[in-house]
């Protein structure tokens, strides 16, 4: 299966997001190829660190589609990290991907965001039903008084032609550190509430369980 992780604005956990999936399931087993077509490479950089450090698996990435395509039988799941600023470059990911991975951060003008991507993709899809489209809430606030989330929640049900999963990633520290020690949430943290977070929204992307 060939999933996009993007979004029209910058900064929404892409990369975040697409280094925890891709550990995620390498640490249950499944073979799994990492693109990195952003040209800030930071998913490439994140992992670069983790290689660095010497950390355990190794994540295969490239940062070239067409030789991801043309090794796409030795994975069970390829992961593509696309930046923002190349809508061309986007567009071409969304193409031949079985879904798209939306995170979305809790804001009104991450709603009108992704309801403009969400148009765009169905445009391109024409009377096709690949790419399946999925959104979910990243950068929660912790606080349960704060009711933003809910409410973008809510606008996304209202966008169609989206999945909206329920699982939800907080604003946490441990996605920052993740990232910038090259470990995983649940290898930072096993017990730790990222865990849990990453571990329910990669189920509901993936299905089955970490092994
Ligand atoms: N759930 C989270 N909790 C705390 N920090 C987060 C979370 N998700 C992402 N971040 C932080 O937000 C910043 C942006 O994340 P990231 O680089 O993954 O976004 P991006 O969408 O890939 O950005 P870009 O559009 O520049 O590629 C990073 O500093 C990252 O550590
Ligand atoms: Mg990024």
């Not at 799941?77 to 991975?101: F, N």
Request: proline share 4%; glycine share 8%.
């Amino acid at each position: 299966m060939r999933t996009v992780v993007a979004n029209l604005k910058g900064g929404t956990g892409k990369s975040t997001v697409a280094f925890n999936l891709g550990l995620w399931l390498l640490e249950g087993r499944r073979r799994v190829l990492a693109v990195d077509l952003d040209p800030q490479c930071t998913l490439s950089d994140a992992l670069e660190v983790r290689q660095e450090e010497g950390f355990e698996p190794a994540l295969d990435v490239t940062s070239d589609l067409e030789s991801a395509q043309a090794h796409e039988g030795d994975y069970d799941e390829i992961l593509i990290d696309v930046g923002a600023s190349d809508m061309a470059a986007l567009m071409a990911a969304v193409e031949g991907a079985d879904r798209v991975l939306i995170p979305v951060p809790p804001s009104q003008a991450d709603v009108w965001a992704t309801y403009r991507f969400v148009t765009r993709i169905l445009e391109q899809r024409g009377n096709r039903n690949r790419p399946e489209i999925l959104a979910f809430i990243n950068r929660a606030d912790t606080h349960t008084a704060v009711r933003e989330s809910d409410e973008t929640c809510s606008a996304l049900e209202q966008i169609e032609g989206v999945r909206l999963l329920q699982p939800r990633l907080k604003q946490r520290m441990a996605f920052r550190r993740s990232f910038s020690e090259g470990l995983s949430v649940h290898e930072l943290e096993p017990r730790g509430k990222a865990a849990a977070e990453l571990d329910a929204l990669a189920v509901a992307v993936f299905g089955g369980r970490r092994q």
